[in-house]
């Protein structure tokens, strides 16, 4: 990644990882279990114990927005492990209530052995948020931090939930989700994150708003790869979960019902017919979705970048936090 | 959804699509339609672009599309 520096590059990364392994050897958690959350944890780096260069960024959040807000980088690095660790349990629930394909690192193990990972990368989770209540350096945030983490959680699980009653969502409804799932956990890093070293409430709103607006970003990117067919001729259909992206989400809202109803029925294929996916992704251009998307990436960029401005962070901190921002949303 | 509305207004009517281009508070006042001071700022900036206009939405994703997952 462009924005890494010197002084972050992994180190940083490694240090939580190591912190991550402590628990789950404190834990007392038995070794073949610990490989499998491992596996979880690190998708097909697992024997490396490397997340992808792209992951291992996100990593920084929490320690980014505490340093920012005048604390120390390592302050949040038992939040940042809470934080991970949490999120990958909630991704593989996640896949299996939407009865995606568990990841080849899996293998042959099943649903039941990646719940129960799941349930072990939570309790791992919780074991992380008690080394941060125990810590010196910040014990009067950290009871605040805790339970703010968890509201944040719940707060994820009500948008799930609605997310997973309602395959064809509204823009309206879109856009709530998109707030109440990746915003509000981008925001529990940040606001998390500078908590630990201020209690400023405008501050810690402007964290919040901050890390809601990247959140948010992170779902239109990870939405656009949904759209994205791969590059051989002969496989060029599109992925089921289509129907959720924001693409498709305007598309569907703004087309006249006949060309809506055309719509739907290529989508109803598009993942196994080419020529269906072709003339979904027609539809969906001729609807204007290039434009829509982009203006809202341009508004939602701006408005982290504005909400951090608010906050006049530590140089060095806010200079990385703008990085993040612009590598993932750059200006096209 | 007012800007989902003129976003497909200017996607499928070139005259409407040339009129905000080059007086958008009139343009949209004449449709009775109202966007926020700052939807419409961030939707011109777009419009300025040369770019938005030649890429569909295949090649926005190849370009910027990013997985999500730790």
Known sequence: ???????????????????????????????????????????????????????????????????????????????????????????????????????????????????NAASGLFFSAALALECLRSEEDNPLAAPEVIRYFHQSFLRMCSGQHRDLLRPEPTLEQYWKTAAAKSGVFFALACRGGARLATDCPQKLDNYYQFGEQVGILVQIMDDLEEVRRPDSELHKVLKPDIGRSLPVVYAREVLPEPERQGLRACLGSAWQDPVRARQALDLIDHSGAVLYTLTEIEAHRERALAALQETSPQQEAGKLLVSMVTELAPRL | MALAQVVYHISRDADFATRMRSDPESTLAAKGWRLTKEELAFLMTVLKRETFDKVDVEHLAKAVATPWRF
């Not at chain 1, 404190?26 to 690190?42: N, T």
């Not at chain 1, 114990?49 to 949040?76: H, I, K, M």
Request: hydrophobic content about 45%.
């Open chain 1, 1 to 115: 990644m462009a924005f890494l520096r010197p002084h972050l590059t992994g180190t940083q990364s490694d240090y939580i990882f190591t912190k991550i392994e402590a628990i789950w050897k404190g834990g007392e958690a038995w070794p073949d279990f610990v490989e499998v959350m491992r596996r979880a944890l690190y998708g097909g780096q697992a024997e490396n114990r490397q997340l992808n260069s792209r992951s291992s960024q996100w990593t920084w959040l929490p320690g980014l927005c505490c340093q920012a807000a005048g604390g120390n980088f390592y302050w949040a690095d038992y939040l940042a492990a809470a934080w991970i660790l949490f999120y990958t349990g909630a991704g593989i629930m996640d896949s299996i209530e939407d009865q995606d394909r568990l990841g080849v690192h899996w293998g042959d193990m099943g649903p039941g052995v990646a719940l």
